[in-house]
């Protein structure tokens, strides 16, 4: 496997485990996996930080909701789809998917950095676009 195709993978692992409800109900876990200059801007258009993220994840779709920060993770899931990826340039991946969550479509990017001296990847930037229902 060349490090192109292992450096996908890993991101593509990582972005797996932030749509998973136990991670996002995780402040602890969640900030693993968030480059402390993250930035978001959601489906809705709102732009996120990372401390905003980690103080609202829990609460957003596809945690448990129950605002606690350390929930068990029960709650429904989102359901990704055609993700793929690309390096960009050394320590920088690029993810392209899809989710479904409760019949709401939305299209996603992500881009995930790995640091000089870091071993795990962070998601830099995330963004979500709605999938019109025509669609």
């Known amino acids: 496997m060349s490090q192109e195709t292992s450096d996908v993978n890993a991101a593509i692992d990582a972005e797996l485990?932030?749509?998973d409800p136990a991670v996002r109900t995780s402040r602890a876990l969640a900030a693993r996996l968030l480059d402390p200059e993250f930035v978001e801007v959601g489906a809705?258009?709102?732009?996120?930080?990372?401390e905003e993220m980690l103080d609202a994840l829990?609460?957003?779709?596809?945690?448990n909701g129950s605002g606690g920060g350390e929930g068990d993770g029960g709650g429904p899931r989102?359901?990704?789809?055609?993700m793929g990826g690309v390096v960009l340039a050394p320590g920088i991946v690029h993810l392209t998917?899809?989710?479904?969550?409760?019949g709401r479509r939305a299209r996603r990017s992500s881009l995930w950095r790995r640091r000089d001296g870091e071993t795990?990847?962070?998601m830099y930037y995330h963004q979500a676009t709605p999938v019109p229902a025509a669609e």
Do not use: N, V
């Open 17 to 19: 485990q932030l749509l």
């Open 44 to 50: 809705s258009g709102r732009r996120w930080t990372y």
């Open 97 to 102: 998917y899809e989710t479904d969550f409760g």
């Open 120 to 122: 795990g990847w962070r």
């Open 58 to 63: 829990p609460d957003l779709d596809g945690g």
């Open 78 to 82: 989102f359901e990704p789809s055609r």
